[in-house]
């Protein structure tokens, strides 16, 4: 099969970026590198069809596959033999403690909110480029990042008492 103009350039140019994305929305490198390859296959078909920047194109498709995937997966707990060690008092680590509470409170929210804190404070695009991603209106793009940051605010784990836990 004969490569697309072009599409070679942009994988090797943009893919880091996109996987970032990727990674971010799924919160599992292996997850996300499969993301990210989806996303490229399906690119890779409509290659010729894409008019302009096709990175736009691409992260919908990201958005897309993940939300897909996302009702797919089932979601029930997973048992484990150890537990987690406590730690005695903070440390030079205790950043990395903060960083993890953040990233399960985001994973909490429902895949559209965190789709758009993702695009927004991640990727630093605007509301109307995260509305042409998510093929939806600026102001549910403004009602989603409103409705994720109230309950990121809400969230007892990101509480200066749910810290000391």
Same mark, same amino acid.
Not at 145 to 163: C, F, H, I, Q
């Given at each position: 099969?004969?490569?697309p103009e072009g599409f070679d350039?942009?994988?090797?140019?943009?893919s880091p970026r996109l996987l970032r994305t990727a990674f971010l929305l799924t919160r599992d490198w292996a997850l996300a590198e499969d993301l990210l390859q989806t996303a490229l296959a399906r690119a890779w078909e409509a290659w010729r069809r894409i008019e302009g920047d096709p990175e736009p194109y691409v992260r919908r498709i990201i958005v897309n596959a993940n939300a897909s995937w996302w009702r797919r997966r089932w979601r029930g707990e997973v048992p484990t033999a150890d537990l987690p060690e406590v730690a005695a008092e903070a440390d030079r680590y205790s950043?990395?403690?903060?960083?993890? +509470? $953040?990233?399960?409170?985001?994973? +909490? $929210?429902p895949r559209r909110q965190r789709a758009v804190l993702v695009l927004r404070y991640f990727e630093d695009l605007s509301d109307a480029e995260i509305a042409e991603v998510l093929h939806c209106s600026v102001g549910t793009v403004k009602s989603q990042a409103s409705r994720a940051l109230a309950k990121l605010r809400l969230d007892e784990t990101l509480s200066p008492e749910g810290m000391l836990r």
């Amino acid at each position: 099969m004969i490569t697309p103009e072009g599409f070679d350039e942009f994988v090797a140019t943009r893919s880091p970026r996109l996987l970032r994305t990727a990674f971010l929305l799924t919160r599992d490198w292996a997850l996300a590198e499969d993301l990210l390859q989806t996303a490229l296959a399906r690119a890779w078909e409509a290659w010729r069809r894409i008019e302009g920047d096709p990175e736009p194109y691409v992260r919908r498709i990201i958005v897309n596959a993940n939300a897909s995937w996302w009702r797919r997966r089932w979601r029930g707990e997973v048992p484990t033999a150890d537990l987690p060690e406590v730690a005695a008092e903070a440390d030079r680590y205790s950043g990395l403690d903060d960083r993890d +509470r $953040l990233w399960r409170a985001l994973g +909490r $929210l429902p895949r559209r909110q965190r789709a758009v804190l993702v695009l927004r404070y991640f990727e630093d695009l605007s509301d109307a480029e995260i509305a042409e991603v998510l093929h939806c209106s600026v102001g549910t793009v403004k009602s989603q990042a409103s409705r994720a940051l109230a309950k990121l605010r809400l969230d007892e784990t990101l509480s200066p008492e749910g810290m000391l836990r």
